[in-house]
């Protein structure tokens, strides 16, 4: 059984896809930095492991792990390294707009439902540069380039059940982009981290045809209304009494046999 992309991949595929888009725009002030614009991308920016955030030494020995060089111990810097992580506070109800539990709506030609699910994610990221101009460099154009509207704003799309694509906006709380430089007992190393909180909505969706839209059981249909089934009696009335204004006869049935039998009975 296939089950839709994970939410926490998704929503990290589109965050490495906006740090892969401010490398574009990147303008380099020194031949290092115009190098790392120019290295292929898997050596340039990296994500590490969520239980790395906040150890830039980590995420840098991670890093050092996955270069494949004839030194083990060469790494190519500058370098920009990621790590993210869902948190387990919800947004705050002034980050988000009010939506109710399910909102019904037509993806692809079919009718759906979808379950909007308030979501907050940090991400961090650590530069390291073998000298602080080129950290400066990098680290201000990153702050000024997720500053902006444009930029702080950016789609995530969500695979459902078969392959449909929904598609919920992230944004980037902008009072948060500040550099904090990270103390090294290398002497030739560099190192600036920026946390930043991104907001938005999961989409859980119903009515794409996956194997749990109509088993749903309980008594229940997939809408949330009450399932009728008509009144099960498995019980058997063995014995009755019936009045008239001339006598009073007592009818007898056999479980078994499914035998009827009447008799009057003399008060």
Request: with cysteine; net charge negative.
């Amino acid at each position: 059984m296939k089950y839709p992309n994970d939410s926490l991949k998704c929503i990290q595929n589109a965050w490495y896809k906006q740090l892969v888009n401010f490398r574009a725009s990147y303008m380099p002030e020194t031949q290092l930095t115009a190098d790392w614009k120019l290295r292929a991308i898997g050596d340039a920016i990296k994500a590490c492991p969520s239980r790395m955030m906040d150890d830039s030494e980590a995420m840098l020995s991670e890093y050092r792990k996955s270069q494949k060089h004839d030194e083990v111990s060469k790494v190519l810097l500058p370098v920009m390294l990621t790590a993210t992580a869902l948190t387990d506070q919800p947004p705050d109800v002034n980050q988000l707009l009010p939506v109710p539990d399910f909102i019904e709506t037509v993806i692809d030609e079919k009718r759906v439902k979808i379950r909007l699910v308030p979501t907050t994610l940090r991400a961090q990221i650590a530069f390291f540069a073998t000298n602080p101009n080129d950290l400066r460099s990098v680290i201000g154009q990153f702050c000024a380039h997720m500053s902006s509207s444009d930029n702080r704003r950016f789609n995530v799309p969500f695979q459902q059940w078969n392959d449909h694509i929904v598609n919920s906006t992230f944004t980037v709380f902008e009072n948060e982009l500040f550099p904090s430089p990270v103390p090294s007992e290398a002497i030739n190393l560099s190192i600036s981290t920026v946390d930043i909180q991104l907001v938005g909505y999961t989409p859980n969706v119903i009515g794409f045809g996956g194997p749990f839209d109509q088993n749903t059981g309980n008594g229940y249909e997939p809408d949330g209304s009450a399932t009728e089934q008509p009144a099960i009696n498995d019980k058997v009335i063995v014995q009755a009494d019936q009045y008239t204004s001339l006598d009073h006869q007592r009818v007898k049935g056999d479980r078994e046999t499914g035998e009827i039998t009447v008799e009057r009975i003399d008060d």
